[in-house]
């Protein structure tokens, strides 16, 4: 098993942000390869658009 990379390593690898979200308890949020973190949602489809948003800047 490969070791685990550290969250920099994508942003410094590919040009732009990749976002996802994560799940914290029963609520979610958008996380992005730059450190940005979205605001806690309890709607999955709410961490989805904060990251298209962020992304989008």
């Known amino acids: 098993m ?3 990379r ?6 410094q690898q ?5 976002t996802s979200t994560a799940e ?3 609520f979610c949020l958008a996380v992005c390869s730059c450190g940005w ?3 806690a ?3 999955r ?9 962020h992304s989008g800047e």
């Open 37 to 39: 973190t979205g605001p």
């Open 24 to 26: 914290r308890g029963s």
């Open 6 to 11: 550290h969250p920099a390593e994508p942003a």
């Open 45 to 53: 489809d709410l961490a989805r658009r904060d990251a298209t948003r």
């Open 2 to 4: 490969p070791p685990p």
């Open 14 to 18: 590919a040009p732009g942000h990749i």
């Open 41 to 43: 949602r309890r709607s």
